[in-house]
């Protein structure tokens, strides 16, 4: 939710932030106000649509130095989107704020944006380093209040709302921690040792009632009246301009906090919650003061915590006691789909369409003037949409879940019905997307596809565990058009040269042939090769997490003179380059792309291995490798020459694996699939030099042709089925 300046006004009063040593203890974290702080304060603030690998850095370093205090973190993340609705209007207009920096991003003004897939890389080194985690059913605020309640322990996060509530243990702004820096301690603790410990800022609300002399039952109001998520400001509008017109004690009334001292010099005058609401309610018109009472009434209990916490019982027994496979609708949800849930290996997207049929896409750094490069990936959404409403779009006709369904078929014979069959079983059922359109927010009504090509039948989620891995991992392919036939063991990538690639890379090798397929506009090869660059570059840099199963067999010399060579060429020069809208454009299709068949992954119990997003993107570093090679003059030859000398100079092993990557992706995608520009001819000018520049010219050319003759002249097995989705 949120307070409007209230974090703001809080740090200016110093005595309600006291220094405090956060050591051998407790703690609970929100989740996604770690997630936005932990990049927001220290990366490139999303310019480049994300600096991945670098972001996995800061969140392990961070639990890192949690555990050396002796910290034990419990993160907690929000759910799905409220059912009730009273929180559309503020998720439409995040969507209008997020496309509005998107924009003055790639106008060159500046502005701040979270990579869309910070998520996936915070929750990845969360269970690499086994930090315990809950995803809540909705909202998590209040249970994050009163989880730590019950154990006595502050709360670390990001949220003016925690300023409200009365935490026991206290509130911990994640701005004022220094995690960076573990201090220790000469003198000894209680139990007679040493110790370390992070310096932070403590606030309470006791401390905050008594400095502002207001009840602390009544705070909530507070929060409530200044606006939030659930109640209309202009519903009580008449009340605010009576509170704010009132004469102002001798506090500082600036403009920017006036609203807040006006209202706590109100508050500070009230005895009960029940007076309160009858003074606002007293210049509410009579035909809205019931739905304006429910609306405060609603809010106000957001902000009290309660007196038990369910997530206590989660974190140590694994279980809650909400589980009831409808999540408060009459959706039926499938248990295991609400323990990955749970867990955090299902994504909150699916609980959202599967009882909401609503989803918010994520505008990023693009081209305005293009459609959203979330247009790209649609197919793959709408056999998702498939797939989690295939029962829903049945009881729509008032049949029972699995009622009318081949389920046995479907398990037995994957794939085997026909798109008439289940236009036969099934109605319209459509989800709500709300998208960039130009730079304003388009509501559009996408239609699910039960029938994909060279498949058959989508499987409903209800029958997905009954289903072995291959048949889920065809489903995939299929959905991507990979030839299931060319991807026949380790993914088909073993007969290319590509089995030493780790696992987690073999899905997004498939997203980015998809994405070329698919791209509108479309890519070029400078997007392919800078993306295959930016993969060796992460490989290198984190080898040690990938050289088991003799896989990336590079000896230490040669990863040294990969990385120097990285560095010398390539990293020394990033901060001279700015933003091409165009990488931008393509770059943000393959990220919407790849977060939709991760979505498509988690859906079907990942068939796949999940893609390790820290190895697959930065993107600073890929938009400098764009900007290098699309300046090289020559085409496909000069580019292999320059990264054979400048990049793979005495790596060998790695260069090998380079080529083997791009000769796959290439042989997957047809010659047209990408944009090969047309060098515009220089007018001749008479005097010296003339020649050599016309040279040059044809030497360009020929250049450019040589890249969409290399395409034509692969040999590709099964050209026919090259394009299928």
Known sequence: MGVKG????????????????????????????????LYSAHLDHGHHGGEYDAYEDKCRLFFTNLHKCNITPYVVFDGA??????????????????????????????????????EHVLKKVMNDLSVPSVVCDFEADHEIAALANAWNCPVLGRDSDFFVMDITGGYLPLEMLDWNHVRKKSAKSKDGRPYCYLTAAKYTLTKFCKRFNVKKELIPLLATITGNDYVDPVCINQFLMKVYQRPKTGRNTAKKHGHLNSVLDWLSEQDTMEYCIEEILRVVK???????????ETSLSMYVPADDSKLAQYFTDDFLSSFHGYLGTNIPIPRWCLVAHRHGYMPSSVINIMCAQRVFALTQVENHAMPSANDTSRPLRQVLYGILLHESAKRSMGQQPGQGSSAERSISQPGRRSSSEISRETKKCTVVEYDRSGRHVKCNEIAPSYDVPNFGAVIPILDVPRLDQLARRNLVLAVLGIDQQRSRGQSGLDAAGCGSVPTCFHLVIFVVIYWLGHADPKANVCHVR????????????????????????????????????????????????ALDIEASHGYAQMQSCLKAAMHLNAALQHPFPEPDVALIYNG???????????????????????????????????????????????SHIASEALYVAVPKKRKRRGGRGRRGRSQAGRRYGDGAAHVGNQFAGLEIEDEDNDDDL
């Open 286 to 296: 009579m035909d809205q003061r019931r739905k304006v009472r429910a609306a405060l």
């Open 620 to 666: 600073r570093l890929v938009h400098c490798l764009y900007a290098t090679l699309k300046g090289i003059p020559g085409g496909d030859s000069q580019h292999q020459a320059w990264i054979e000398y400048h990049i793979f100079h005495r790596a060998p092993r790695a260069l090998a694996l380079y080529n083997a990557l791009n000769r796959y992706i290439m």
């Open 530 to 577: 800078a993306l295959l660059l930016c993969w060796m570059r992460c490989l290198v840099k984190q080898k040690h997490r990938h050289m088991c199963r003799d896989t990336l067999q590079w000896d230490d010399a040669e990863a040294q003179a990969l990385m120097n060579n990285f560095h010398v060429n390539v990293e020394q020069k990033m901060k001279s380059y």
């Open 6 to 37: 209230l974090t703001s006004f809080i740090e200016q009063q110093h005595s309600l932030l006291l220094e405090y040593q956060l050591h051998d203890a407790r703690v609970i974290i929100d989740g996604y106000g770690c997630m936005f702080y």
């Open 81 to 118: 989107y409220d059912l009730d609705d009273k929180k559309l209007s503020t998720l439409r207009s995040r969507c209008e704020d997020r496309i509005k920096f998107a924009g003055n991003i790639a106008d060159g003004r500046s502005g701040y944006l979270l990579p869309v897939l910070c």
